[in-house]
């Protein structure tokens, strides 16, 4: 801490004018005149840093701090103020006397600035013997608080991880069972096809036929890529015309090889193309070929499309943990919307419909995206609880001049009107005994409100609640 030179205090009367001292008796008013130290730190100071020992206790007289705290060596702001009378510091100098105590944030000047100082250990002899029983209550009310925030947030942050983590393996089990059965099943197709093959070298098939029949081959497999979506009556229609038509061609089970062809999205034409180039002679063993080919086709395009989905699965997982990227970035609200929709997807459930509204020409804007990804997740979950697993999910991106909105709604019960002042307040929760913290909504108001300078609204009725975060699209200077 930089050295200041030492003034005399404040006068009595002004004293009286700080909130913390106006209800104080003259007598305390002059040991806080005796004992207290004027100091004042240039724009860019940092005063206090955090783990250094607490010595003082300070008050702001004039002009604007910011306090930053490290997590995972990253320095995070966590308040700022200019408001006269805020007070930083040693603030839990009545706690446990004679216990070394150390900063808990740094305390950086915006602006100009000017302290009012007193010396943490000498107050606390004072204060504990003008508010004995104060002192005893806020001792106790801050340990009771200490370790129950750090119980209650492990257990939080652990039961978090573990829906997430449940929700992401219920996704990512579809897709990887797909790839294992259908793995299995193109063994044996390619076991079918080399035995094909055999029967048809033993017929004795001319060279430039098995050329011509590879050609065709060829240009049939590519067609499994562009098979068109068709409905129940018009895959049932197709396969009776293929079926119809391999019989009339005394092909056996041909029931069984029509389900494969219209999958592939073939016609009786594309048949009929076959038999021109091979022949009545080798049709029988060609279609049975084809068949493979063509299903061997499906199942690796069905590995690939598996494949794909795991990575954009794990992609997902990535961008909302956001791993091995900088805290504060450009982000893209969308790409944090959506892979919040991933980890939550065993919460939503087949019986609630999401709908997409965004405007993708929103721009990238500046902002801690973890942290917001920590919002989409909070908010999405209390939506999700309200319908209680049957409803309609929506978000809803726009913007308002400088600022991108965010809007999530449910079609749950809404919130009622004595309830919805105190939704942001921590601790508060309308769910049953351990089932909420009720820090869910504290935090997303933090997060949106103090870390990025935004607002957050709610707007509440049966059937309709719509959550509104409101972030600017610039960065925002230093207060």
């Not at 913390?20 to 008796?25: A, K, N, P, S």
């Not at 309609?392 to 809404?414: A, H, K, M, S």
Request: with cysteine; proline share 4%; glycine share 8%.
């Amino acid at each position: 801490m930089s050295e200041s030179p030492v003034e005399p205090a404040l006068p009595r009367d002004e004293l009286r004018g700080l909130f913390l001292f106006e209800h104080l008796t003259e007598q305390q008013l002059d040991w806080v005149s005796g004992h207290a130290v004027l100091e004042h730190y240039p724009a860019g100071t940092t005063i206090i840093r955090e783990g250094d020992p607490a010595t003082c206790f300070y008050l702001l007289l004039s002009g604007a701090l910011r306090l930053t705290r490290l997590v995972s060596g990253t320095e995070v702001e966590v308040n700022r103020s200019d408001q006269r009378g805020a007070y930083c510091g040693a603030t839990q100098f009545f706690v446990h006397q004679g216990t070394e105590h150390s900063y808990g944030a740094s305390v950086h000047a915006i602006s100009d600035l000017t302290f009012l100082t007193l010396p943490a250990e000498e107050f606390a002899i004072e204060f504990r013997q003008w508010f004995p029983m104060a002192t005893h209550l806020l001792e106790g009310m801050y340990l009771g608080w200490r370790n129950s925030d750090t119980v209650i947030g492990s257990r939080r942050r652990l039961l978090a991880l573990g829906e997430l983590s449940a929700g992401l393996t219920h996704e990512l089990n579809n897709p990887a069972a797909a790839a294992v059965r259908a793995t299995s099943s193109l063994r044996e197709r390619v076991a079918g096809m080399r035995h094909k093959l055999a029967l048809l070298a033993k017929k004795d098939i001319e060279p430039e036929l098995l050329e011509l029949l590879l050609d065709v081959q060829e240009r049939l497999v590519k067609q499994v890529a562009s098979a068109p979506k068709l409905s129940a009556i018009q895959q049932a229609d197709r396969e009776d015309e293929i079926g119809d038509w391999l019989d009339e061609h005394g092909i056996d089970q041909g029931w069984d090889l029509a389900s494969i062809f219209v999958a592939a999205g073939l016609t009786a034409e594309d048949l009929d193309h076959v038999l021109e180039s091979v022949g009545e002679t080798f049709l029988d063993g060609a279609v049975r070929w084809l068949a493979y080919a063509l299903e061997t086709e499906m199942l690796m395009s069905e590995i690939e499309d598996s494949t794909t989905r795991i990575t954009a699965l794990v992609g997902a997982a990535k961008q909302y943990s956001q791993m091995d990227r900088a805290p504060h970035q450009w982000v893209d609200v969308h790409e944090g919307l959506d892979s919040t929709l991933v980890m939550l997807a065993g919460k939503i459930g087949a019986n609630v419909r999401v709908v997409k509204e965004y405007d993708r020409d929103l721009p990238r804007i500046p902002a801690y995206a973890g942290e917001l990804n920590q919002v989409w997740t909070n908010v999405i979950d209390n939506a999700l609880g309200a319908m209680n697993g049957e409803g309609t999910l929506t978000l809803r991106t726009w913007r308002v001049d400088d600022q991108l909105r965010v809007e999530i709604g449910d079609t749950g019960p809404g919130i009622p009107d004595d309830i919805r002042p105190r939704i942001f307040e921590p601790f508060f929760t309308t769910k049953a005994v351990g089932e909420g913290t009720g820090l869910g909504l504290d935090i997303s108001w933090r997060i949106v409100v103090e870390r990025h300078q935004g607002d957050v609204r709610v707007e509440s009725g049966p059937g309709d609640t719509r959550f509104e975060i409101c972030l600017p699209i610039a960065e925002q200077a230093a207060i």
